[in-house]
Structure formats: C-alpha cells, structure tokens
C-alpha cells in the first residue's frame, strides 16, 4: 500500500549559485559521498531529499544528511535513510521507498514513492 508520496523539481542553474554563495550548503545538504558529484547530480539529490520529506509529511526535525542517494548495484538510485529519517520512517510503517531522478534542460526532478502496510 501507497503511504506517501512526494515530488519536487530544482532549477539547477539556480541551485548552483545557492551553492556557490553559500558553500556551507554542500555540507548542510549532502553526505560527503553525494558531496563529490556533479552539480546536476547534487540538485537531483537535493529534489530527491525534498520529494523525500514530502512523503514522509514533511515533519519538522528532517536532518539532510539522514538520507544519502545512492545507486544501486543496477544502476537504479535508491534511499540509504537512518537517524531522523529512519526514526520517521519506521513510525510510519513504511517498508520500502522506491525513488526515481532525472535531470533534463536545465531541471533536476525527483519522486518517491514510500509503500508499507497500515
């Protein structure tokens, strides 16, 4: 069963000066494996947190870092959640979170699904 889900789109032009005048960001935002990408692939990531806490009902007390986006051994990204994110998660009986990214003329999207029983 569906228990969430969430979707945001980031300017990546946009994002990318955000992260230029302010370069304490890439370390509020992103672990430091995500830290070592390409700008495209840090607002993915960015829209992937966001549709992230969108799912999750966007509680307050989120801490960025809790999630890291990885890609799977096919390829396919996939949430690594713990500390915050996991204690929402699990309070929600979510089971699994599937995430889906893209970046394309300028924008980088994301969605995530997160699927449990109730």
Known sequence: MILGVGIDVVDISRFHESLERTPALRNRLFTAHEQQMSVQSLAARFAAKEALAKALGSPVGLSWTDATVLRGPHGR?????????????EALGIQTLHVSLSHDAGIAS????????L
């Not at 996939?78 to 929402?88: I, K, N, Q, T």
């Not at 994301?110 to 029983?117: L, M, Y």
């Open 77 to 89: 990204p996939e949430l690594d959640v713990r500390g915050s994110v996991l204690a929402r998660v």
């Open 110 to 117: 994301a969605v995530v699904i997160a699927e449990g029983e």
